[in-house]
């Protein structure tokens, strides 16, 4: 079945960097558009970036534009988020997507969530 690990969360002073890894499985990974979100504690969960399937083209939120850059590594099936000068306001859970387009039917699946918590 489907499955996405995230990984490389954690605490982080403001102005820090951190690397976010996906591990995907159970899909051919490099015909599958691969997205990241977050969500603070009483926010909706917003999209942060994302990567087409050869890995060019990719968007990012306004507010992480500048300091945030997504990729791919189809040999590997894993999606990074490179953050760099976060600032308390990233502090979120942050989750990998794979979003796949099946006989004209849209799926969606989701990791587990890692915690990235940017504090002095």
């Known amino acids: 079945q489907v499955q996405l690990v995230e990984s490389g969360g954690g605490l982080v002073q403001p102005g820090g960097s951190l690397r976010l890894s996906c591990v995907a499985s159970?899909?051919?990974?490099?015909?599958?558009?691969m997205n990241w979100y977050r969500q603070a504690p009483g926010n909706q969960r917003e999209l942060v970036a994302g990567?087409?399937?050869?890995?060019?083209?990719?968007n990012y939120a306004d507010s992480v534009k500048g300091r945030f850059t997504i990729s791919r590594d189809n040999a590997k099936n894993t999606v990074y988020l490179q953050m760099n000068s976060l600032k308390p306001d990233d502090t979120a859970v942050y989750y990998c997507?794979?979003?796949?387009?099946?006989?004209?039917?849209?799926?969606?699946?989701w990791g587990q969530g890692t915690q990235v918590t940017v504090s002095s």
């Open positions: 997507n794979a979003y796949m387009v099946v006989n004209t039917f849209a799926y969606e699946y």
């Open positions: 990567i087409s399937r050869g890995g060019s083209s990719p």
């Open positions: 159970g899909f051919t990974f490099s015909n599958v558009v």
